[in-house]
């Protein structure tokens, strides 16, 4: 007798107008069913995984479902596969550098994270940048982005033109492709952007909104000292630079999103749309991001967050209103949520955060937590250095006190270098049962690290939300409201017994 068959664990089922649609979340693959037994079937294929006997949706179905992984061989291990897909990731990523020019800014939001210091690069640190660079390009990548930040980084444009220029005749030598972005206020830049964004390469600008003019100018007002005499509100500045931006190069426009601004939403949408930034020879993409506290320093913010169904309600105001070019679509291909095969920069092997602080971190959202560090990159001072450690080296570095010349020099602690070097959420306890891992990889890694358990929860119930809709509407389907449970999202593993029939049915292709 032919060995059975077994269910993906990774099959999700979603009712259409007529019939049922299976998804799968590792291959991508979509199949709609329909007639009489379609629904007996595909709540056989969806679900925990199981068995099933070999004959039971006869030979050329069976071939169509092995070949888009809705059935497997039994030892067939589909976790496993993604851990592969997921390490390839890791280390196949392109090298990035998020370079944060200084911690000071001239805006003073209320909801901001960033510690505010007299931490700024220097200009001698664009040696430091070019060995850190060549250290992650390594002799595979041909390819480097470098991410301008900040506080403003355009607050120490000196060592942004030092670094950038440094950077790009590196990659020139060397025959590496080089491109920039930059994450701004959009209130400190020279007279002409179009020039600057030529110069220094740049493919990307982020610009981050807090709505109509009177909650943004109140929430981004400029701290004291920092109004110069022909500075207009920060919210005009902002805008007419994205004016010229959208002629020179991409735009993500952020809008920032909380109880006290949300209704702001379709009168910015229709401000910028009469503006024509969605227009423009270079895409403008507007993404609604919810204010957060993504760090214990801004655990105040908690009570100003939006719930997981309003800030539902306001993509959903989006998705509506913008044109499809416009739209943060990232992550569907072909009208499909698509199979992970990117990280974040916090996991790549070629990426590196640089703090203003000359430390070395793995997510831009922790520079200026030192105790978050990963490494040094800048020299320290060559008093407290041993000879043989005095040459800049884009690797963490020992020190050796005074007191103890000619002594043995003890490494400095880094304790958050090997749980980044080290996560992996296919090993982790919810994750590894999870229908919607080939998909999320776990979401925000630094949520895991920080054991923000009601983040993680929140990115459950975003899949369990959104996903029935992406799949309905890749194949023009209305959406009806309909979301997959806890059951649908954490999958066990074949029971024991014998392997189930299934009812004969016809199904139809996408």
Request: aromatic share 8%.
């Amino acid at each position: 007798m032919t060995a059975p068959l077994a269910t993906s664990r990774y099959t999700l089922r979603v009712p259409l107008t007529e019939g049922y649609a299976l998804f799968n979340t590792s291959s991508g693959s979509v199949m709609k069913f329909d007639g009489p037994q379609a629904e007996e079937a595909t709540a056989l294929l969806s679900g925990n995984r199981r068995l099933v006997a070999p004959d039971s949706f006869g030979e050329r179905l069976t071939a169509r479902l092995r070949r888009n992984g809705f059935l497997v061989d039994p030892e067939f291990d589909e976790v496993a596969e993604v851990r592969e897909r997921y390490w390839a990731a890791r280390g196949n990523a392109p090298a990035v550098l998020l370079v944060t020019t200084t911690m000071d800014c001239n805006l003073g939001c209320y909801y901001c994270y960033e510690s505010r210091s007299s931490d700024a690069l220097r200009l001698d640190d664009a040696d430091m940048l070019v060995a850190l660079a060549a250290q992650r390009l390594g002799d595979h990548r041909k390819s480097l982005h470098v991410d301008w930040y900040g506080g403003e980084p355009l607050m120490n444009i000196d060592a942004l033109e030092r670094g950038s220029i440094a950077l790009q005749e590196y990659c020139r030598e060397k025959g590496i492709a080089y491109h920039a972005s930059v994450v701004s206020n959009g209130t400190r830049w020279p007279e002409d952007p179009a020039s600057f964004v030529g110069r220094h390469r740049i493919r990307e600008v982020q610009i981050t909104f807090d709505g109509m003019k009177d909650n943004h100018d109140r929430r981004r007002r400029y701290r004291q000292g920092y109004r110069r005499e022909d500075d207009h509100s920060s919210f005009e500045r902002a805008a007419d630079l994205v004016d010229v931006l959208v002629r020179h190069t991409r735009v993500d426009v952020r809008f920032n999103a909380d109880h006290g601004n949300a209704g702001d939403l379709a009168p910015f949408i229709r401000f910028a749309t009469a503006r024509g930034w969605f227009d423009g020879p270079f895409r403008c993409v507007l993404a609604v991001a919810r204010v957060s506290g993504y760090s214990d320093r801004s655990a105040f913010l908690r009570p100003h967050e939006l719930d997981t169904e309003e800030f539902s309600a306001l993509e959903e105001t989006a998705r509506s209103m913008l044109p499809p070019r416009a739209r943060d679509t990232q992550d569907i291909v072909g009208g499909f949520p698509h199979p992970k095969t990117s990280v974040c920069g916090a996991l790549a092997e070629g990426s590196a955060v640089v703090g203003a602080d000359g430390l070395e971190y793995r997510c831009g959202l922790q520079v200026g937590e030192q105790h978050r560090a990963v490494g040094r990159l800048r020299a320290l001072p060559t008093a407290t250095l041993p000879p043989a450690a005095l040459p800049m080296k884009a690797l963490p570095l020992t020190v050796l006190p005074p007191a103890q010349a000619g002594a043995e020099p003890e490494p400095e602690s880094f304790p958050d270098r090997s749980w980044w070097a080290e996560f992996d959420p296919t090993r982790l306890p919810s994750c590894s049962r999870c229908s919607f891992l080939p998909v999320c990889w776990g979401g925000c890694p630094k949520r895991h690290l920080d054991g923000h358990q009601v983040y993680l929860d929140s990115e459950s119930l975003f899949w369990r939300r959104n996903l029935p809709r992406m799949i309905t509407e890749g194949l023009g389907e209305p959406a009806d409201g309909f979301v997959f449970t806890e059951a649908d999202q954490f999958r066990d593993d074949i029971p024991a017994g014998s392997a189930a029939g299934a009812p004969a049915c016809g199904p139809r292709r996408r």
